[in-house]
């Protein structure tokens, strides 16, 4: 069963869920978590993962197929001839278990993982 998920408000009255506000502080400007990345992204050149985080940050195709709890934590990009996947997952303070409530950075660990689709 998935979480209670906080909703904001905007100035628009379009409700925002928290959950994706903090991910996307995440997979835009790497704050309110950690990166990893797989061996197979790892092993590319510098410029090429440079590019890869660039078009991971610009992201912006979330639908109702693959997003669909709106909380913009995963997708699967094609870029430079290479299938992406990136995917973020919510963990305890220790790191040991889920988070008891993701839209909560205080009680939450975020953590993207970058990989090669085929190390998924």
Partial sequence: MRPKIERIKNLN?????AIAIHNDQLRKHHIGGRIMMS???SNLDAARIHMIM?????????NSS???YEERDCAI?????????WKIDYYDETLDGHSPDPSNPDVTVRIMTVMLAEEY
């Fill in 77 to 85: 990009l094609e870029i430079d001839n290479l299938s992406i996947m």
């Fill in 54 to 62: 660039k078009q991971i940050a610009d992201f912006s195709n979330f």
């Fill in 66 to 68: 693959n997003d669909p």
């Fill in 13 to 17: 009255s379009k409700p925002i869920n």
């Fill in 39 to 41: 061996k197979g992204i």
